[in-house]
């Protein structure tokens, strides 16, 4: 078996744990000071270093932290305005990216072709009663990213894609000041060019690809928070 199936039966695991949990916890009471969201937390694998990251996903706002609720080290998408902000406790300043207003056209600088094929998947689980799908991503015969999927948390995708297509306008509008020796197809196709792929068939449960793996840990609908999480502290915004 393979390490990706391996974490893949793991997720899964963990997964199927959280749903029970997720549905039995979601009926907290707001008040005017707070509001139900959906809370996602995944874990990451970077190397040997080990991470933590919670999303907070309403109809306006997406916040990802570490699961603390800070108010100087976060990020925050503003879906309405389109806007991404990264506040720092370190920075003096937030610094933003915008969804620019024409969508950039960029031409890869070196040849991307890519292939998606459908992983079997022996007897997939099923998750809220929806079967688990993983698929492979190749760019110029390499494999590089495999993605797990389920028909679940539907509502959330539109926040997590824009939040992507944001980041890779950004990667593309930039593409020129990275000199092209230094350019990954790779690299190239999951975070500029094709950065949504995966989308299109669900939620991500179980992300990897090179030296980096991802994995939902839980999450959980109508979860209480302060609306004040969804607020930017009193610095200069940089565009």
Request: hydrophobic share 40%.
């Amino acid at each position: 078996m393979t390490a990706f199936f391996q974490l893949l039966r793991y997720s899964l695991f963990i997964i199927m744990t959280v749903v029970v949990s997720a549905y039995a916890e979601n009926t907290t009471n707001t008040t005017s000071n707070h509001l139900l969201v959906t809370r996602i937390d995944f874990i990451e694998y970077r190397g040997q270093q080990v991470e933590k990251l919670r999303f907070l996903i309403s109809k306006h706002y997406l916040r990802i932290d570490a699961g603390k609720n800070s108010h100087d080290d976060f990020i925050l998408l503003n879906r309405d305005k389109k806007v991404i902000y990264s506040v720092t406790p370190d920075r003096e300043h937030i610094y933003s990216i915008a969804l620019p207003l024409k969508r950039v056209t960029v031409v890869p600088p070196i040849p991307i072709n890519m292939v998606i094929s459908k992983l079997a998947l022996p007897n997939a689980p099923t998750i809220m009663q929806q079967v688990v799908t993983a698929h492979t991503l190749k760019v110029n015969n390499k494999v590089c990213q495999k993605v797990s999927h389920v028909k679940v948390l539907n509502e959330v995708l539109d926040a997590l894609i824009l939040y992507t297509t944001i980041l890779a306008q950004r990667q593309q509008a930039d593409i020129d000041s990275i000199p092209i020796d230094l350019l990954e197809p790779c690299d190239l196709a999951i975070s500029t060019f094709h950065a949504t792929w995966y989308y299109r068939y669900g939620f991500p449960a179980m992300i990897e690809q090179k030296d980096y793996q991802r994995f939902l840990h839980n999450y959980q609908e109508n979860y209480a928070i302060e609306r004040s999480l969804f607020t930017l502290p009193d610095k200069t915004v940089i565009h």
